[in-house]
Every structure is written in structure tokens, then in C-alpha cells.
């Protein structure tokens, strides 16, 4: 069985299941921890815990690139 890393923690599942799309159209499985507490505690426990998002360890630096993309694609707030 491979192992599993985390890639990252996200606030939200709405983020979370957005990256798991974007790895998962890269060809990159992904799985998410967390996701349960965070849609039944909401923003509270998002503050402590989060959604992880998980990888297999084979495909770590190609999902570690997908989520740089993804940051580089987020517009910065003083642009507006």
C-alpha cells in the first residue's frame, strides 16, 4: 500500500473538494481528512483543524505544483 502525505490544510470543504478537482484533473488522486468536522462545525473548527487534503507520496511534487498554480491563480485583494 503507498503512503500518504498531506499536501494541505484548506478552511473550507468548498476549497478543499476545488483543489482535490484540479488534482484529480491532473491525473493526481487525493483524499480529504477532516472534511465532516468542518462542514458540521463550520468556520469554527476550520480555525483549529481544516480540511487536509492527502496524496499519495509518489505524486507529492506534481500536486505540489498544481497547488502553486492554484495559489498564483488566486487574485491578490490589493489588485482591485
Known amino acids: ?9 484548506c478552511t473550507s470543504s468548498f476549497e478543499a473538494h476545488i483543489l482535490k478537482g484540479k488534482l484529480q ?19 469554527i473548527v476550520s480555525t483549529f483543524t481544516g480540511v487536509d487534503i492527502l ?10 505544483a498544481v497547488l502553486n498554480d492554484v495559489n498564483e491563480e488566486e487574485p491578490e485583494e490589493d489588485a482591485k
Open 1 to 9: 500500500m503507498d503512503k500518504t502525505v498531506k499536501l494541505t490544510t
Open 25 to 43: 484533473a491532473e491525473g493526481i488522486e487525493s483524499m480529504l481528512q477532516n472534511e465532516n468536522i468542518s462542514d458540521l462545525y463550520g468556520g
Open 55 to 64: 496524496v499519495f507520496e509518489a505524486d507529492y511534487d506534481r500536486a505540489l
